[in-house]
């Protein structure tokens, strides 16, 4: 599926990518109408923290009608929110081949995947017997084709929902576009990484957790300081916690809030999360990530947010537990001691998530190509059986790492 000829990072500020952003605009927007995308929104102005973020309209979406965008630049966040409506519109409607087949009955003509390291949901309808859809992927350790379950893959959440729906967890985990394949692959990897790992990390102890807290003065990456440097104009605290798990990829879980008690000027706990094989990259994004959650609040554009979000957004208990992380006695983590790998090529950050997830003892690796031929954007969706799913939806149903975290 993958080829090994060099894919270079020819853009590297902030994010790496094959080539600017505003070159990836030019190509694909031309695309839009064709998906349905009807808008564009630059809504930075909204807050006072001015980290550019965007909103994406696709009225006529099957899971949710508008995506979001952040970056350094404006034309980052854009082609950020662009192609994040684009891969979920590719999941929508998926054209490939498909099977209805129990588990049982396809794993004796088929290689299929184990169902049981799967992230299951609560109250989950699967039986080894029950009919469902199954989709084709390749798995890039062992390089063999493979079935998974297609309600891992697609995003169309109309009712009433496709067989044998109501197994398995669906999010848009995974899910990922590029201006290249292999840039897309890496990306949805680095993401189902980034879910396991917070996942894990919400099971430690409080006072663990407070352990894993960094020391934003020993960050010493221009473009993370640039950041940093914004929410402190804004008058806006900043806890940044090191996730990193067992896999031992950079991951970060950022959360902001306003520097005041007042309870009438009080906005949004916001939170932001990234994973990255380079920790700037992976802060960065968790950084970018807590700005544009805290706009997605305040344009209340979004289907997924109701009114209880955001009550709890505004609980005392939210605001004091955050407040008790600003001011935790225990030492910080040190930046600097944090892993990190730096590579030219895209290649050779697959080969690293690749070696770190096989020693976490994870075989496969599992990816269904969307590209759509007719528009030519790679996009693809990314399967890692074993690792945790979301765990901040209220289906979650916590596997078996999430188990053994739990029991240690």
Not at 141 to 151: C, R
Not at 240 to 250: Q, R
Not at 251 to 272: K, N, Y
Request: with cysteine; charged share 20%; glycine share 6%.
């Amino acid at each position: 599926m993958l080829s090994d000829i060099p894919v270079v990072k020819q853009f590297q500020n902030g994010t790496y990518r094959l080539i600017p952003p505003e070159e990836t605009l030019a190509r694909v927007s031309r695309f839009m109408p064709i998906m349905g995308i009807t808008r564009i929104a630059n809504i930075t102005q909204l807050d006072v923290i001015g980290i550019p973020v965007v909103m994406v309209c696709r009225p006529n979406s099957r899971s949710i009608s508008v995506s979001q965008g952040k970056g350094l630049t404006l034309a980052a966040a854009k082609a950020s929110g662009l192609m994040e409506s684009i891969e979920t519109y590719h999941a929508e409607t998926i054209t490939l081949p498909l099977k209805l087949t129990s588990y049982e009955g396809l794993r004796y003509t088929h290689e299929v995947v184990d169902v049981y390291d799967l992230p299951f949901i609560k109250n989950s309808a699967f039986h080894p017997e029950r009919r469902l859809l199954w989709i084709e992927g390749h798995d890039l350790i062992q390089q063999d084709s493979l079935w998974v379950p297609y309600e891992m893959v697609h995003t169309d959440y109309t009712l009433p929902g496709t067989d044998g729906s109501g197994c398995f967890s669906t999010t848009t985990n995974g899910l990922a576009s590029g201006n290249h394949v292999m840039e897309a692959v890496v990306h949805g990897i680095n993401e189902v990484i980034e879910r396991d790992s917070l996942a894990l990390w919400e099971l430690l102890p409080d006072e663990q957790k407070q352990r894993t807290r960094l020391n934003l003065d020993t960050v010493d990456d221009p473009a993370c300081r640039y950041v940093l440097n914004q929410y402190a104009l804004a008058n806006v605290e900043v806890v940044v916690w090191n996730a990193i798990s067992d896999v031992g990829l950079p991951a970060f879980l950022c959360a902001i809030a306003e520097r005041t008690d007042h309870p009438l000027r009080r906005m949004v706990i916001a939170s932001g999360a990234g994973c990255h094989v380079s920790r700037h990259i992976a802060l960065l994004r968790a950084l970018t990530e807590a700005a544009q959650s805290r706009l997605t609040v305040i344009s209340g554009s979004r289907d997924d947010i109701f009114h209880d979000d955001y009550q709890r957004y505004h609980s005392p208990q939210t605001y004091q537990r955050f407040y008790e992380s600003l001011t935790s006695p225990l030492p910080m983590q040190d930046f600097q001691t944090i892993p990190t790998w730096e590579h030219p090529t895209f290649n050779q950050d697959l080969a690293v998530q690749l070696k770190r997830l096989r020693s976490a003892g994870i075989n496969r690796v599992i990816v269904v190509n969307l590209t759509k031929p007719e528009l030519g954007i790679p996009v693809v969706r990314v399967v890692i059986p074993r690792l945790e799913g979301v765990h901040s939806i209220p289906q979650y149903q916590p596997g078996k790492r999430a188990q053994e975290r739990m029991i240690q």
